[in-house]
């Protein structure tokens, strides 16, 4: 026996409340159901919830078995690979789809909400507004990449808001202490010290019970206290629809957008 069909799905912000019916419909029927424990973060009760709830057993997949196709190769029948929020945010994901093409297995992919699409509806900014969104590496000591930073830049340049996807370890986003002083460490690198009192927007948990939204500088971004998952949010000036919209959503300390002198980011990009 092999693996005949996979299905990747999206479990959307907010456990197994946010499944479709379709999905559900899927889950039940399929011969093996594994979670990638790898690319994303999914609520503390997840998986032990979803197996009460269509009473099968669901298998947390590693990175090793997520990149070496394992769950597919040793599996048969009908696989059904679950992913927290949309399934198709990592290239990871288009890597299984080519490894089903190459091997005539049938697939299907069911989306779902993502923490980039929820973005706007939490913090009053416009959609259209957002440019390339960042993902932020853990640094190492042969390992201090600028292409984030110089993202941002690019980013506000063409007057675009920034959203930062932070790398995650052990199954979770790294501490925004540390994450304080990889973006440090980057900027002492690029010489873009124009980006460090910068206002940002950091959304903690978001669909979970204790959302939270921050606002701080990257500066000083270190001195709060954020929970996993998070991601971070770096405007360009919000216009003054989207000041009203961050408004209307109570955001705290939204004047250090409008104080902030947007004129002062970098030119050069190296």
Request: proline content about 4%; charged content about 25%.
């Given at each position: 026996?092999?693996?005949?069909?996979?299905?990747?799905?999206?479990?959307?912000?907010?456990?197994?409340?946010?499944?479709?019916i379709i999905e559900m419909d899927i889950l039940s029927r399929s011969d093996h159901i594994f979670?990638?424990?790898?690319?994303?973060?999914?609520?503390?009760?997840?998986?032990?919830?979803?197996?009460?709830?269509?009473?099968?057993?669901?298998?947390?997949?590693?990175?090793?078995?997520?990149?070496?196709?394992?769950?597919?190769?040793?599996?048969?029948?009908?696989?059904?690979?679950?992913?927290?929020?949309?399934?198709?945010?990592?290239?990871?994901?288009?890597?299984?789809?080519?490894?089903?093409?190459?091997?005539?297995?049938?697939?299907?992919?069911?989306?779902?909400?993502?923490?980039?699409?929820?973005?706007?509806?939490?913090?009053?900014?416009?959609?259209?507004?957002?440019?390339?969104?960042?993902?932020?590496?853990?640094?190492?000591?042969?390992?201090?990449?600028?292409?984030?930073?110089?993202?941002?830049?690019?980013?506000?340049?063409?007057?675009?808001?920034?959203?930062?996807?932070?790398?995650?370890?052990?199954?979770?986003?790294?501490?925004?202490?540390?994450?304080?002083?990889?973006?440090?460490?980057?900027?002492?690198?690029?010489?873009?010290?124009?980006?460090?009192?910068?206002?940002?927007?950091?959304?903690?948990?978001?669909?979970?019970?204790?959302?939270?939204?921050?606002?701080?500088?990257?500066?000083?971004?270190?001195?709060?206290?954020?929970?996993?998952?998070?991601?971070?949010?770096?405007?360009?000036?919000?216009?003054?629809?989207?000041?009203?919209?961050?408004?209307?959503?109570?955001?705290?300390?939204?004047?250090?957008?409008?104080?902030?002198?947007?004129?002062?980011?970098?030119?050069?990009?190296?």
């Amino acid at each position: 026996m092999s693996t005949e069909n996979l299905n990747i799905i999206g479990s959307g912000l907010r456990g197994i409340g946010s499944l479709t019916i379709i999905e559900m419909d899927i889950l039940s029927r399929s011969d093996h159901i594994f979670i990638d424990d790898y690319t994303s973060i999914f609520p503390e009760s997840f998986r032990e919830d979803l197996e009460k709830s269509i009473s099968k057993p669901i298998i947390l997949l590693k990175r090793e078995d997520v990149e070496s196709f394992s769950f597919i190769k040793e599996g048969s029948g009908t696989v059904s690979l679950i992913v927290s929020g949309d399934p198709m945010t990592s290239t990871t994901h288009f890597s299984i789809i080519s490894y089903c093409k190459i091997n005539n297995i049938k697939w299907r992919i069911f989306e779902n909400a993502s923490i980039t699409g929820a973005v706007a509806g939490r913090t009053g900014l416009s959609s259209y507004r957002t440019g390339i969104t960042v993902s932020l590496p853990e640094i190492y000591e042969n390992f201090i990449p600028v292409s984030p930073l110089q993202n941002i830049v690019r980013n506000l340049r063409n007057r675009l808001h920034t959203i930062i996807l932070i790398d995650l370890k052990n199954g979770k986003n790294l501490d925004i202490v540390r994450v304080h002083h990889i973006v440090k460490v980057m900027i002492e690198k690029t010489g873009y010290r124009e980006l460090q009192s910068i206002p940002v927007l950091i959304l903690q948990r978001v669909g979970w019970n204790d959302e939270h939204i921050f606002t701080s500088t990257l500066d000083e971004m270190g001195n709060r206290k954020v929970e996993s998952p998070y991601c971070l949010v770096v405007p360009f000036r919000p216009d003054s629809n989207e000041i009203e919209n961050m408004k209307s959503l109570n955001l705290e300390e939204i004047s250090i957008f409008e104080k902030f002198n947007y004129e002062k980011i970098p030119e050069k990009l190296d």
